[in-house]
Nanobody, 125 residues
């Protein structure tokens, strides 16, 4: 599975962006998906995860209520809708894929088999 994230850019605080992560291959629907981010000088951190069917999602406390993860298995794509953006959301955002049974481990950084190249999100104050 190859992953390609897109949709990053520069936005003012309070604004919105939608990130997309397109996957190649015919087994996308068997993977749980996650979004992570890495701010300058900081370690990579978990943002959100979604189960294979999309029926279950999980968020980091820092983004809960502002970000929404979703997926379209017919399009082999996972999305991250980011609203009410804050300067502290500035980071490179990465998508990752884990076998479906590892969904519960994504938030702890376990199980990811594939990573996409990141897309930069910059939130100005």
């Amino acid at each position: 599975v190859q992953l390609q994230a897109s949709g990053g850019g520069l936005v003012q605080a309070g604004g919105s962006l939608r990130l997309s992560c397109a996957a190649s291959g015919r087994t996308f629907s068997s993977y749980a998906m996650g979004w992570f981010r890495q701010a300058p000088g900081k370690e990579r951190e978990f943002v959100a995860a979604i189960s294979t069917s999309g029926g279950s999602t999980y968020y980091a406390d820092s983004v809960k209520g502002r970000f929404t993860i979703s997926r379209d298995n017919a399009k082999n794509t996972v999305y991250l809708q980011m609203n009410s953006l804050k300067p502290e959301d500035t980071a490179v955002y990465y998508c990752a894929a884990a076998p479906g049974t590892y969904y519960s481990g994504i938030s702890r950084g376990y199980g990811m088999d594939y990573w996409g190249k990141g897309t930069l999100v910059t939130v100005s104050s």
